[in-house]
């Protein structure tokens, strides 16, 4: 019969240790994605929020210029508003593109250019 000069309490001790540094690195691992996916949707969803602000504002301002605006001219504003942003904001993306693929570096999307 052999026997083992190895402490399985110790043993078992350093596996929890492992297991606990696995734990840990999977959720600063989940943290980091979490992080990248929240400044994806910043980036991309600040532009969109600002350019619609500024449409909205300019608008308004145009529809105040004749007197007071009623509850249509407000609706047809912010409707205008939100479709002028996002087409703002796609012009800007198409520039974007265009500025990258004739430095040559950047993404090559069907239909774009």
Not at 49 to 62: I, K, N, P
Request: hydrophobic share 55%; proline share 3%; glycine share 14%.
């Amino acid at each position: 019969m052999t026997s083992s000069v190895r402490n399985e309490a110790a043993a078992h001790r350093n596996g929890g240790i492992a297991s606990l540094v696995r734990v840990v690195r999977a959720f600063a691992e989940g943290s980091v994605v979490m992080l990248a996916f929240v400044f994806a949707i910043l980036l991309v969803g600040l532009p969109i929020a600002m350019s619609v602000r500024a449409v909205h504002e300019g608008l308004s301002w145009l529809a105040r210029r004749g007197g007071e605006m009623g509850a249509a001219t407000e609706a047809l504003v912010s409707v205008a508003s939100i479709v002028g942003g996002i087409i703002a904001t796609a012009a800007f993306a198409r520039v974007l593109v265009g500025l990258f693929r004739w430095n040559g570096r950047g993404p090559t999307l069907p239909g774009i250019g």
